[in-house]
């Protein structure tokens, strides 16, 4: 799994390079699925319920599963890029959002605190914490700025599918629902408005766009439960290998 | 790829077409096949009601029989 990670990382590297005004959606879809390739691994999401491509490419209004397309991006635009792959059966999934260009102040703000709530959450992922802690966490340091975190959408546990029990999701109390226990590979992924929560999704199936067409942004990580803390899986293992535990990692 | 929360339950429409002991009613659904299940009143029980009335009804995947009615239609 982190080798699936790391290319996925990798290869996000190389799309948020790409992603400069005019390239098509398209275009870095095409990329996502070369780097992909040529690393050995296959693209996660293509075909996984009906998806057609390798990439989720959500473009400002749009949170997440957006398709890509002819569309170009221009100066300003801020785009999620989401991707997964699979190699030797294991899976790695995550996501982040870029700027295209030169992009206003709201709009780095809005992707700063996304990335921090991201971690807010993978820094309470440690055993006999719960899932609940983790939304907690994410929805804490996303509403105290003023945004507001996508309920229709969470985050899942993940291995040799795609999506695993147990359900993330990016919001509720804390204390609540599955206990962490070291092993667990979960993908945190808060999706953060500017507006309100709420999100439709467009006619495609796929799209999911906020209601008030305000801005959004989505960071995801694929992350183990380790009995010493969090470990980001596109990482190094950020623990001395003692024992067993080297054993296992 | 974030994935849709599974519903845990499905939302129903319906119709009480009996009352049963225990505060229960018998809800003919109304989707195809007019399944009907046994129903309980999900708030206080303090609502009354009569075969007739129509009625949104809970119901989990896992046990079509028995259902959940959440509020009147």
């Known amino acids: 799994m982190a080798r699936a990670c790391r290319i996925v990382i990798d290869t996000l590297d190389l799309l948020e390079e790409a992603a400069v005004p005019g390239t098509t959606t398209a275009d870095l879809d095409r990329i996502a699925r070369e780097a992909i390739e040529r690393a050995g691994a296959r693209p996660a999401f293509l075909g996984y319920r009906g998806f057609p491509a390798t990439l989720c490419a959500s473009v400002n209004e749009e949170v997440v599963h957006g398709i890509p397309g002819r569309r170009r991006l221009a100066e300003g635009d801020i785009i999620g890029l989401d991707l997964g792959c699979v190699v030797d059966g294991f899976y790695g999934d995550s996501a982040r959002t870029v700027g295209v260009g030169r992009i206003d102040e709201d709009a780095r703000r809005l992707m700063e605190t996304t990335l921090e709530a991201l971690h807010a959450g993978i820094g309470v992922c440690r055993p006999g914490k719960r899932v609940g802690d983790i939304g907690h966490a994410v929805q804490s340091h996303a509403e105290a700025r003023g945004y507001s975190v996508v309920r229709e959408f969470v985050g899942h546990g993940i291995g040799t599918s795609l999506h695993e029990e147990p359900q993330v999701p990016n919001y509720g109390p804390p204390g609540r629902r599955e206990r962490l226990v070291a092993g667990m590979c979960l993908a945190i992924e808060p999706m953060v408005n500017v507006g309100g929560p709420e999100v439709d999704v467009l006619e495609d199936g796929w799209t999911a766009v906020t209601r008030d067409r305000r801005l959004s942004a989505h960071f995801e990580l694929s992350v183990a439960v380790t009995a010493f803390g969090p470990w980001i899986l596109s990482e190094p293992y950020p623990y001395a290998e003692t024992g067993e535990e080297a054993a296992n990692a | ?73």
Request: proline content about 8%; overall charge positive.
């Open chain 2, 1 to 73: 790829m974030p994935e849709p929360p599974l519903r845990e339950t499905l939302e129903v429409e319906g119709t009480v077409r009996e009352l049963l002991p225990n505060a229960l009613y018998r809800v003919e659904l109304a989707t195809e096949g007019r399944a009907s299940v046994t129903a309980h009143l999900a708030g206080s029980g303090l609502l009354r009601l009569r075969p007739g009335d129509g009625v949104v009804v809970e119901v989990a995947p896992f046990d079509a029989g028995r259902g959940r009615i959440v509020r009147r239609r």
